[in-house]
C-alpha cells in the first residue's frame, strides 16, 4: 500500500543532505514507493468556525529527491 507522506521542514533548497533526518526520512519514504511531499511552517493554517472544531492545513508540494548535493530534490 502506497501513502502520501508529508514533511514539514526548512526550504528544500537551504538543507544540509549529510546530516537532516528529514530528508532521510524522505528518502527512505520515496525507496518504499510512498508519495513524498513537502511544506514549510509558513503555509500551516488553523480553520474554525468559532465551535469546538476546526482543522489544519498547509500547502504541500509534491517533490522527488535524491541523495546528490546540490541536485538533491526534483520539485513534481
Avoid at 526548512?10 to 518504499?32: H, T, V, Y
Avoid at 480553520?47 to 509534491?62: L, M, N, R, W
Amino acid at each position: 500500500m502506497s501513502l502520501r507522506t508529508a514533511f514539514q521542514m526548512d526550504p528544500m533548497e537551504a538543507i544540509k543532505i549529510a546530516g537532516d533526518s528529514s530528508f532521510a526520512l524522505m528518502l527512505s519514504a520515496q525507496e518504499r514507493g510512498h508519495e513524498v511531499w513537502h511544506y514549510d511552517v509558513q503555509s500551516l493554517a488553523w480553520e474554525s468556525d468559532g465551535s469546538p472544531g476546526g482543522k489544519i492545513t498547509a500547502f504541500a508540494q509534491p517533490v522527488k529527491v535524491r541523495r546528490e548535493e546540490g541536485n538533491h530534490f526534483e520539485w513534481l
